[in-house]
């Protein structure tokens, strides 16, 4: 009896010591593929903490203190090397001042963009096309792509998107969370306005189309979708979006929206937000809590309040973060993990192929797992890529090779449109 435990526990033990070995093994190899990768992440709202004064996106910030999940020390940790940053206008009265305000916020984010690059070029620089990029990241240097989230700030006047396009931004969400007046939302209480684009909407397309715009779905409600995949003459993207499928939200795209992506050559940017990652039991506490501090600013919800603290004074800044930081401490929010993202990545390789589906984690707007709470925990993605039995090429693709392809599809054809004129 006591030689057969022995014999027992020895093969536990043999099997344990292979385990670890095996992971090691992964570990490493996951390292290595993570290491030579050009890794990108389509969007992140960085430029709104950029507007704070304090934030010095050269240092290695604290992402429970700070509230911030991207700067450079941390995407050199992650692996991480090149990023969209979003230029973000919440959705706003609908009338020639509130476009006009707009307009002029949407500048002045651009302006603070420009700021800090010029501040920090040593370690990083603003790229518009994926040889540019290439070229930064030789030089060590992070790359930074703008987008703008939400045309809202264009108004009705078409010539602003040549004007963010000269600025550096090479994608426009249509929308935010409520319709404007280029589409539908996915998400507005109040719904659908023109079921899918409106006629402006049309236009934008078109435009976005002769300019090399790569038009950005994420938000937008399904016939929208369904238009702007009907009208684009060129592949589209969701930049920040999920599967429906996996989990039941508005804002991802159902199985029938997948395969039209891919039928249109687009590709989809994985949204790293836990409540669309997955279905996160309610916490009523938590949201009455939130609900409490969210009326006292005078804020609707997690952007509203980045947003207001760029009005604020710096005193009124440091209270607003403190209650932040503190309500955390106090019903700590539950968040997804990796596993359950990469369930996402499964669904859609099987449903439409590896050449559709990329890295988008809304970081510094929300986004944020368990084990990949900000930008320098990006290799715990390859590891579980590696894990459920993807390539190296295949996870080539998915940190940034899909998304190039589209990318330059998208300049080719305004290349060919206006070669033909």
């Known amino acids: 009896m006591k030689h057969q435990l022995a014999g027992t526990v020895l093969a536990c033990l043999v099997g344990f010591t292979a385990t670890a070995q095996d992971d090691r093994a992964l570990l490493k ?50 692996g991480l090397d090149a990023i969209f940053w979003a230029v973000y206008l919440g959705q706003g009265p609908r009338t020639p001042e509130g476009h006009e305000a707009a307009k002029k916020k949407a500048m002045a984010i651009f302006d603070a963009i420009d700021a800090t690059l010029k501040k920090t070029t040593s370690e990083a620089q603003l790229a518009t096309t994926p040889e540019e990029a290439f070229a930064i990241n030789r030089s060590g240097k992070r790359v930074i792509f703008l987008g703008v989230e939400n045309g809202y700030p264009m108004g009705h006047d078409l010539g602003l998107l040549r004007e963010f396009y000269n600025k550096g931004a090479r994608y426009m969400t249509l929308c935010h969370s409520s319709n404007n007046d280029i589409c539908d939302s996915s998400t507005d209480p109040k719904g659908a306005e023109y079921q899918g684009l409106s006629p402006l909407g049309e236009q934008v397309v078109a435009e976005m189309n002769r300019l090399g715009m790569m038009i950005d779905v994420s938000h937008v409600s399904d016939s929208t979708f369904y238009d702007v995949v009907r009208l684009s003459k060129v592949p589209i993207i969701a930049s920040h979006s999920g599967a429906k499928a996996i989990c039941d939200h508005p804002r991802n795209l159902t199985d029938a929206m997948l395969k039209a992506l891919a039928k249109n050559g687009g ?14 039991p309610p916490s009523p ?25 760029s009005r604020l004074s710096e005193e009124d800044q440091k209270k607003l973060r403190d209650e932040f930081t503190e309500l955390n401490k106090k019903f700590p929010v539950q968040l997804a993990t990796v596993k359950d993202a990469v369930d996402h990545i499964d669904h859609i390789v099987k449903l439409i192929g590896i050449d559709h589906v990329g890295m988008g984690a809304d970081f510094d707007g929300g ?55």
């Open 29 to 78: 190899k996951a390292h290595k593929i993570h290491e030579k990768a050009f890794t990108v992440d389509t969007h992140a709202d960085t430029p709104m903490l950029l507007s704070r004064g304090d934030f010095d996106v050269t240092k290695d910030n604290d992402p429970r203190i700070t509230n911030s999940k991207v700067d450079y020390p941390r995407m050199r940790k992650g």
């Open 367 to 421: 986004g944020a797992l368990a084990d990949c709470f900000d930008v320098s925990q990006y290799e715990n993605f390859t590891v579980e890529f590696l894990r459920r039995g993807y390539s190296k090429k295949d996870i080539e693709k998915i940190w940034g090779g899909n998304f190039f392809r589209v990318m330059k599809a998208v300049d080719k054809g305004k290349t060919m449109e206006v070669a033909s004129n």
């Open 267 to 280: 590709v989809i940017q994985l949204n790293l937000l836990s409540d669309y990652v997955k279905t996160i």
């Open 285 to 309: 506490q938590r949201e009455a809590a939130q609900k409490t501090m969210m009326e006292k600013w005078g804020v609707k919800d997690r952007r509203g309040m980045m947003a207001a603290l």
